[in-house]
């Protein structure tokens, strides 16, 4: 199948030749033409879920919160990780009907959780970049958000440094707009682009999300944590709500208890979980679940 693959390749682009690859890279090629010939259709068919993974409050650890994660329930290959498919998605130009997608999703899920008499969560979905890019963005998330009805204060979106930064003034204004819809943002990934303290000061955004791989070696390295205790007081200072992510152990979530983040988001508390899932698990977690 890959050697057909590479074949298909090679004469695809009018050149008779034949490919010896290397294994990994017949099913880089492999993924490529099976996954993002099928995203298309995937998209038209629907195949893919969103999971939920719980935001908890780290003073009292009540869930407070959720992260929409995407999932591609292929027909053959069976569950595929974002990491997977979204470049793919974001290469084509499938991202925007894509991520529309996972908008409305997000938000019918959220309406859902308020008619069912679920405590206030808020529900946060990823933007990738080109689909900030888009625009008319910002109408489009006021479109759906209209549509389905939900509360602006509940909806939060995930942005990450570098998408802000590429065209920082075209971001800031793009930011405002949302913010006038009444929206919650955040910065996700934070410490691993390269945003200036400068431009944080200017993004009207409302929370940090600090990267998991500072998380992983908390308490390990004594320089990663003096980072992890600048990045919260910085938040602090800048009010900002800080957010901790990948939090896998007792021991991170203690140091970061001593540092003063506000929620923790990781294993520790649960993997992302199906909607169903998700709603057992703040009912079993939280003191006050159903109003
Ligand atoms: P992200 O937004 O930084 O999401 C957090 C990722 O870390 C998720 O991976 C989550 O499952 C994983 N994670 C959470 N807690 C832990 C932990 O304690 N340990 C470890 N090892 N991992 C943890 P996932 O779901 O595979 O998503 C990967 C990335 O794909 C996301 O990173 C996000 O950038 C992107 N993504 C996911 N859903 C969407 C979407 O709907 N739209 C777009 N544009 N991107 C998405
Ligand atoms: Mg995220
Ligand atoms: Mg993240
Ligand atoms: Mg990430």
Same mark, same amino acid.
């Given at each position: 199948?890959?050697?057909?693959?590479?074949?298909?390749?090679?004469?695809?682009?009018?050149?008779?030749?034949?490919?010896?690859?290397?294994?990994?890279?017949?099913?880089?090629?492999?993924?490529?033409?099976?996954?993002?010939?099928?995203?298309?259709?995937?998209?038209?068919?629907?195949?893919?879920?969103?999971?939920?993974?719980?935001?908890?409050?780290?003073?009292?650890?009540?869930?407070?919160?959720?992260?929409?994660?995407?999932?591609?329930?292929?027909?053959?290959?069976?569950?595929?990780?974002?990491?997977?498919?979204?470049?793919?998605?974001?290469?084509?130009?499938?991202?925007?009907?894509?991520?529309?997608?996972?908008?409305?999703?997000?938000?019918?899920?959220?309406?859902?959780?308020?008619?069912?008499?679920?405590?206030?969560?808020?529900?946060?979905?990823?933007?990738?970049? &080109?689909?900030?890019?888009?625009?008319?963005?910002?109408?489009?998330?006021?479109?759906?958000?209209?549509?389905?009805?939900?509360?602006?204060?509940?909806?939060?979106?995930?942005?990450?440094?570098?998408?802000?930064?590429?065209?920082?003034?075209?971001?800031?204004?793009?930011?405002?707009?949302? &913010?006038?819809?009444?929206?919650?943002?955040?910065?996700?990934?934070?410490?691993?682009?390269?945003?200036?303290?400068?431009?944080?000061?200017?993004?009207?955004?409302?929370?940090?999300?600090?990267?998991?791989?500072?998380?992983?070696?908390?308490?390990?390295?004594?320089?990663?944590?003096?980072?992890?205790?600048?990045?919260?007081?910085?938040?602090?200072?800048?009010?900002?709500?800080?957010?901790?992510?990948?939090?896998?152990?007792?021991?991170?979530?203690?140091?970061?208890?001593?540092?003063?983040?506000?929620?923790?988001?990781?294993?520790?508390?649960?993997?992302?979980?199906?909607?169903?899932?998700?709603?057992?698990?703040?009912?079993?977690?939280?003191?006050?679940?159903?109003?």
């Amino acid at each position: 199948k890959n050697a057909d693959a590479a074949m298909y390749r090679a004469k695809s682009t009018g050149h008779n030749l034949y490919f010896v690859y290397e294994s990994h890279m017949a099913d880089n090629i492999d993924a490529h033409l099976t996954l993002g010939g099928g995203l298309r259709k995937a998209i038209d068919e629907e195949q893919f879920v969103l999971h939920y993974q719980p935001k908890v409050r780290l003073c009292d650890e009540e869930v407070v919160g959720a992260e929409a994660l995407i999932r591609w329930v292929h027909p053959e290959l069976g569950m595929i990780s974002p990491d997977q498919f979204i470049p793919l998605a974001e290469e084509s130009g499938l991202i925007l009907p894509l991520g529309e997608w996972v908008i409305r999703r997000a938000c019918r899920q959220l309406k859902e959780w308020r008619e069912s008499g679920v405590a206030p969560l808020k529900l946060s979905v990823n933007l990738s970049s &080109r689909q900030f890019m888009q625009a008319d963005l910002v109408d489009m998330v006021e479109r759906v958000m209209q549509e389905t009805g939900v509360d602006p204060e509940y909806f939060e979106l995930e942005l990450t440094e570098s998408m802000l930064m590429t065209d920082a003034q075209q971001s800031i204004d793009k930011l405002h707009g949302f &913010r006038k819809l009444g929206l919650t943002l955040s910065i996700d990934d934070f410490g691993t682009g390269y945003s200036s303290l400068a431009y944080l000061k200017k993004f009207p955004i409302q929370t940090l999300k600090i990267d998991r791989s500072f998380i992983n070696d908390l308490g390990l390295d004594s320089d990663n944590d003096a980072i992890v205790k600048a990045t919260i007081a910085m938040a602090k200072s800048l009010n900002l709500k800080v957010i901790a992510e990948g939090v896998e152990t007792r021991t991170q979530f203690d140091l970061l208890s001593g540092y003063g983040c506000q929620e923790v988001q990781g294993y520790l508390f649960s993997k992302p979980l199906c909607g169903e899932e998700f709603l057992r698990y703040v009912n079993s977690q939280n003191v006050v679940a159903f109003a």
